[in-house]
């Protein structure tokens, strides 16, 4: 399998906070030693794999990890070769951002400043009228 270390914390952090919630399902989690995160990331990307569809909300893939261990004799498949993009919301600090700003900043002045050094160039000017006038004999 192809998972990607970010979509398998992404999946295993999910189960741990269920399973520290809801308790079925920590007993699930928690006394089946044929289950693991490995073959539950398997598991969802055939089911991707299978559906045809590209995108997909959390919940329905946190579904799927829920329903991995829940079921006892499930078919995992077999492994997929896929990329995995994984939506997170990355947490900027104060000075993060002032730093971004300024970088930002930097470069439309730098971008400004090199089209203002290019010399101006003048349109050549375009007959479009081809046709000789009664004027030209």
Same mark, same amino acid.
């Given at each position: +399998?192809?998972? &990607?270390?970010?979509?398998?914390? &992404?999946? !295993?952090?999910?189960?741990?906070?269920? @399973?520290?919630? *809801?308790? +079925?399902?920590?007993?699930?989690? =928690?006394?089946? %030693?044929?289950?693991?995160? *490995? *073959?539950?990331?398997?598991?969802?990307?055939?089911?991707?794999? /299978?559906?045809?569809?590209?995108?997909?909300?959390?919940?329905?893939?946190? =579904? +799927?990890?829920? #329903?991995?261990?829940? %079921?006892?004799?499930? *078919?995992?498949?077999?492994?997929?070769?896929?990329?995995? @993009?994984?939506? #997170?919301?990355?947490?900027? &600090? /104060?000075?993060?951002? %002032? !730093?971004?700003?300024? /970088? @930002?900043?930097?470069?439309?002045?730098? /971008?400004?400043?090199?089209? +203002?050094? !290019?010399?101006?160039?003048?349109?050549?000017?375009?007959?479009?009228? &081809?046709?000789?006038?009664l004027f030209d004999f």
């Amino acid at each position: +399998m192809k998972a &990607t270390t970010h979509f398998k914390n &992404t999946i !295993q952090n999910y189960l741990e906070q269920r @399973a520290q919630t *809801d308790a +079925m399902f920590e007993w699930s989690y =928690s006394t089946k %030693e044929n289950k693991n995160i *490995d *073959d539950c990331c398997s598991y969802i990307l055939n089911q991707v794999k /299978e559906s045809g569809c590209n995108g997909f909300a959390d919940e329905e893939i946190f =579904s +799927m990890a829920v #329903h991995y261990w829940d %079921e006892d004799n499930i *078919d995992i498949g077999k492994p997929v070769n896929c990329h995995i @993009a994984v939506n #997170h919301i990355v947490e900027l &600090t /104060e000075e993060e951002k %002032e !730093q971004a700003k300024k /970088e @930002a900043l930097e470069k439309v002045h730098n /971008e400004t400043y090199s089209r +203002m050094k !290019q010399p101006i160039r003048k349109a050549k000017k375009v007959v479009l009228n &081809t046709q000789p006038s009664l004027f030209d004999f």
